[in-house]
């Protein structure tokens, strides 16, 4: 079983920058999908940014591209998300997920989520 932490949230102006942490426990890091899911209030969670078990080709959703960067460090079980550029629009929990599979919001293992909310 996999156990999943995260930290980093917090408030925010527009144009600020937050990193957030998710420390895994549990199985093989190495071997597991991780990302980053969020969910504003009144909306269905949805996908935010991934990195392949490899380390290789990180995805993103077309709403961040350009302004979060995911990244993971195997030797300390730990995946990232660097967000930077933050607008409103950005407020929601922001969940990490992992499987041995490519992720999706119906599957996988979830950590209880961080709040990140941005100010006008």
């Known amino acids: 079983q996999v156990q999943l932490v995260e930290s980093g949230g917090g408030l925010v102006q527009a144009g600020g920058s937050l990193s957030l942490s998710c420390a895994a426990s549990?199985?093989?890091?190495?071997?597991?999908?991780m990302g980053w899911f969020r969910q504003a209030p009144g909306k269905e969670r949805v996908f935010v940014a991934s990195?392949?078990?490899?380390?290789?080709?990180?995805s993103y959703a077309d709403s961040v591209k350009g302004r979060f960067t995911i990244s993971r460090d195997n030797a300390k079980n730990t995946v990232y998300l660097q967000m930077n550029s933050l607008k409103p629009e950005d407020t929601a929990v922001y969940y990490c997920a992992a499987d041995t599979v490519p992720l999706t919001t119906r599957r996988g293992y979830w950590g209880q989520g961080t709040q990140v909310t941005v100010s006008s």
């Open positions: 549990g199985r093989t890091f190495s071997s597991y999908y």
């Open positions: 990195i392949i078990r490899s380390a290789a080709r990180p």
